[in-house]
């Protein structure tokens, strides 16, 4: 079945620091969707792309849609504690709107 | 806000009982579906549905089925648990605009001993 590769798995940094993560797929998806899950919580929505190229802000969170429609990168600036936590791409590849999920980036920040 | 509400946070069930999910959205949305999450797999597909008593199987279908007798209201049904059954339940729901974007409830962490 289709996958999403998504990088890194892991990240440990300091507060304060900026974070790149990104993901990529041998197919083509028509919208790019990132969520940030907390231990025990379901995935909050973060950022949602929805033309190849796009470039959207939310706050210190920055992500772009690749031009190849194949890849997405999700940027933060300036980490605090608060952003611990598991962040995942997910693209829409159908009409139907059924998701397909990279395996999680899971972020530690240390104050 | 959307908002998606799944009827329990936590659950402990033994093997061989039925056991039901709920999940409640408030926003009208057409579109729900059921995932399960384990650590190292991700999240994974279960049922979905379009639209009122529709269902359609995703990825691990195999010892759940669903019911959808109302719009906002999206139930998964675990036959007779099993202790592989064992992970975290969440329901999505999308439909608004733009429809592809889905919303996630809490989650529910069921064990089954």
């Known amino acids: 079945g289709q996958q999403l590769n998504q990088s890194p798995q892991s990240m440990f940094i300091q507060e304060g620091e900026d974070v790149s993560m990104n993901c990529t797929s041998s197919s083509i998806f028509n919208t790019w969707l990132w969520y940030k899950q907390d231990p025990g919580e379901g995935p909050v929505l973060l950022i949602a792309l929805y033309k190849a190229g796009e470039l959207t802000s939310n706050g210190r969170l920055t992500a772009q849609f690749g031009i190849t429609r194949k890849d997405s990168f999700l940027n933060i600036s300036a980490s605090i504690p608060s952003d611990v936590g598991i962040y995942f791409c997910a693209g829409v590849y159908n009409q139907g709107g059924k998701l397909i999920f990279g395996q999680g980036t899971e972020l530690s920040v240390k104050p | 806000d959307v908002k998606v509400t799944q009827s329990s946070r936590y659950l402990v069930k033994r093997t061989g009982e039925k056991v039901f999910l709920e999940c409640v959205q408030d926003m009208d949305h057409e579109n729900m579906f059921w995932y399960r999450q384990d650590p190292g797999l991700g999240l994974r597909l279960i049922y979905f549905s379009y639209d009122v008593k529709m269902k359609e199987k995703g990825d691990i279908p195999e010892g759940y089925s669903v019911s959808r007798e109302k719009k906002e209201r999206f139930s998964l049904i675990l036959e007779s648990a099993s202790t592989n059954q064992t992970s975290m339940y969440l329901c999505?729901?999308?439909?608004?605009?733009?429809?592809?974007?889905?919303?996630f409830g809490p989650g529910t962490r069921l064990l089954v001993l």
């Open positions: 999505a729901s999308s439909g608004g605009y733009p429809k592809e974007t889905q919303y």
